[in-house]
């Protein structure tokens, strides 16, 4: 009996700590416009703490647009590579890796050098500790209290 208990305060400590540390977030890029033009990928990148585990989900309609993953100096001067490279789904789902600095456009046309329609963010290592406070963090404090939830319902069952 003791023992069970253990087990389910442990349980329920593990579901309260875990999600600060390895809980990941997925972005949609440009929230409700989605992937397009004429819209401020850098100012929607601001402020946003991108880790390694997290995803960046780029939405659009088939055909219109197109992803893709690409170099710094590319980026600047919108050179589009072979359309072999390009993310073509519509859902394209990309599982940020490495840290470090990652550039993304469209190749459509002149979307990349006339639209805007470019995304260049900074990616941050796993983190350890808790995510800072910030609108983005919202998945991670949802989940979070649901757990803590759970944990408060297995320490009545007790
Ligand atoms: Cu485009």
């Not at 170099?71 to 789904?89: H, M, Q, R, V, Y």
């Amino acid at each position: 009996m003791s023992s069970t208990k253990q087990f389910l305060v442990t349980l329920a400590i593990i579901g309260i700590v875990l999600p600060s540390v390895a809980l990941a977030t997925e972005y949609k890029v440009g929230d409700n416009a989605g992937w397009t033009n004429n819209f401020d990928y850098t100012n929607w990148a601001k402020g946003k703490d991108f880790r390694v585990g997290d995803k960046l989900v780029f939405t659009y309609p088939v055909g219109v647009h197109n992803v893709f993953k690409v170099n710094g100096t590319t980026f600047k001067d919108c050179t589009i590579p072979p359309l072999d490279e390009a993310l073509t789904s519509g859902n394209d789902v990309i599982t940020l890796a490495i840290p470090g600095n990652k550039w993304y456009f469209c190749g459509v046309g002149q979307h990349c050098a006339v639209g805007g329609q470019k995304l260049a963010i900074t990616v941050l290592p796993a983190g350890l500790e808790a995510p800072a406070p910030a609108p983005n963090a919202a998945n991670g404090v949802v989940a979070s209290g649901f757990l803590a939830l759970i944990a408060v319902i297995l320490s009545f069952a007790i």
